[in-house]
């Protein structure tokens, strides 16, 4: 084994016992990562060859996209066990390019695509997936279980019948009779074998075992199903360098742009949800700048060898987890042995039934939907309830990053407004006869009409007291609606004092000329950091 395989392993080699290696390697799980991959890679076949069809382009193209960005995200990613190859989110978007520029723009788009993404891995950008709730977290997880779930049903078309779309093949025709019963009769084999076979033993991943006794039992009866060859032939050479041949001019960049934005954006989301995913069951965390360069080099690469770019999977990355796979050797292993059916295996890879594979993903099906939402949303605000089921439908009718930001913003308006009505205060005289406000809640741009509404400058005494210790100011629209409220008693001949603001907020409003009261525990957080007063108004970035 190479030192690059050694080392990958290194750090898990606790996960199981038996005999080890010099460096305390485990040969235990070794063999588990090594037979996980081949599950995975078995799974990455029929998907690939889709995705190709939906795209546009020749099944090799969707090959050895797996194959490489399965390879080089295994090694550098940012989370062990994680899969990525061609996906469906992506290939959707390429059709039109490909359709009207050729599959050679496709290749230079996917070249653009990754470095845009290695760009958003340098600055970080990855971090802003915390800004991802939960509630959206469980519509994703939900919406991309039923799209896999869409995607196997083509496989019960009659072969050479339908033709490529978003989730798969569309418009075939409809198995009927026997080769119906046929088929959905070893598919219940395949799911019944995954489902018994960890009771029995734990040496061999339950997936593969269903796709080998399932092939094993086709093959040697004879049995008339599809097979992965009646998609396409997976026969092919090691992939070649080879530089697009589009113009290099500002034309050709002007049309890729758009494209590899797009792409680049998708892919990120999809794959740094799939982080978090795997993450909660591997018990990981972090990682997500580390993913956003590995899938941006990925896909760099990947253009320059004729691949159609790709990102993480999460219907395979759960075959693997489930199979076993913890370390980068599972993932390492599945693109070489996808890379060895291309090469070496075509013919007998070929011969595996479909429904074998579609069990399989069944499998997965259940295993990625989130059960528990059905209970969560009795329980959870209303909010969240239609958030879950908002993400859910618009993955499966769009695509997977237009649910995510339409999730996210719904999620952050409903947070805003449920802050904006929190606003209020509690008055009270003191013996001097000043009057005090003390505010509680947020006061940002959402809630400063209510802040305002909370005074009455023309009623109330010569001196008021605003305390700010129960609220937090959060933005600039804050800082202006305290401003305003300054001003209308000054315009009374009144005296107001500010306290408890923090200390970025008295340099500000005292720049307005406002009466600010220091405190020994006036609050440390920050608004802004820097400034500009015009027009007697307050702006900056806060």
């Not at 490909?98 to 230079?108: D, Q, S, T």
């Not at 219907?315 to 060895?340: P, W």
């Not at 401003?483 to 008295?506: P, T």
Request: aromatic share 8%; charged share 10%; net charge negative.
């Amino acid at each position: 084994m190479s030192k690059l395989l050694m080392a990958a392993i290194a750090n898990r080699s606790s996960f199981a016992t038996g005999s080890t290696l010099p460096g305390g390697f485990d040969l235990s799980r070794i063999r588990i990562e090594v037979l996980a991959g081949l599950t995975v890679a078995l799974a990455l076949v029929p998907e690939a060859v889709a995705f190709a069809f939906v795209a546009g382009v020749h099944p090799l193209v969707g090959l050895y996209a797996a194959f490489i960005v399965g390879l080089i995200t295994a090694i550098f990613g940012g989370r062990p066990g994680m899969i990525s190859g061609a996906t469906g989110a992506l290939a959707v978007v390429m059709v039109s390019l490909v359709a009207m520029h050729g599959v050679e723009y496709l290749f230079a788009t996917v070249v653009l695509m990754g470095l845009i993404q290695i760009g958003a891995g340098v600055f970080k950008l990855g971090k802003f997936i915390r800004l991802v709730p939960h509630p959206v977290m469980l519509g994703f997880v939900n919406g991309l279980a039923i799209v896999i779930f869409l995607a196997q049903l083509s496989q019960f078309q009659v072969p050479g019948t339908a033709h490529a779309g978003a989730h798969g093949m569309v418009g075939g025709e409809w198995m009927t009779g026997w080769p119906l019963v046929t088929m959905l009769a070893l598919v219940a084999v395949t799911m019944a074998i995954i489902w018994v076979m960890p009771r029995l033993t734990m040496a061999i991943p339950a997936p593969l075992a269903g796709i080998g006794i399932v092939a094993i039992a086709v093959i040697a009866f004879g049995i008339d199903v599809p097979r992965v060859g009646d998609l396409a032939s997976i026969e092919g050479g090691l992939p070649g360098f080879h530089l697009p041949m589009v113009p290099l001019t500002w034309e050709t960049f002007e049309i890729i742009l758009p494209y590899a934005l797009i792409l680049a954006a998708i892919g990120l989301i999809e794959s740094l949800l799939t982080l978090n995913l795997v993450g909660e069951i591997t018990g990981e965390r972090g990682g997500a700048s580390r993913e956003c360069i590995a899938q941006g080099a990925a896909n760099t690469v990947t253009g320059f060898f004729g691949g159609m770019g790709g990102c993480a999977m999460i219907g395979q990355s759960m075959i693997n987890v489930k199979s076993g796979g913890r370390t980068r050797l599972s993932g390492i292993s599945a693109a070489l042995f996808l890379l060895a059916f291309i090469v070496v295996a075509a013919p007998l890879i070929e011969q595996i039934p479909l429904a074998a594979l579609v069990g399989v993903m069944f499998m997965v099906v259940i295993g990625t939907f989130a059960w528990n939402s059905f209970k969560i949303m009795r329980k959870v605000p209303l909010t969240d309830a239609m958030v879950i089921v908002l993400v859910t439908g618009v993955t499966v009718a769009y695509d997977l990053a237009i649910a995510v930001v339409v999730g996210v913003i719904v999620s952050a308006l409903a947070y805003a407004w449920n802050n904006a009505t929190r606003i209020h205060a509690k008055t009270y005289e003191t013996p001097e006869g000043a009057k005090v406000y003390q505010i509680q809640g947020p006061l940002f741009f959402g809630s400063v009409e209510g802040f305002t509404e909370l005074f009455d400058p023309a009623a109330d005494p010569a001196r008021v007291v605003v305390d700010f210790a129960d609220s937090r100011v959060v933005d600039q629209s804050a800082l202006t609606a305290i401003e305003a409220v300054a001003e209308k008693y000054e315009g009374e001949g009144k005296s107001i004092e500010l306290r408890h603001l923090s200390r970025d907020c008295h340099q500000l409003l005292s720049k307005a000329g406002q009466l600010m009261i220091d405190s020994d525990d006036d609050p440390d957080y920050q608004i802004a950091t820097d400034y500009s007063v015009r027009t007697g108004m307050l702006s900056g970035g806060h």
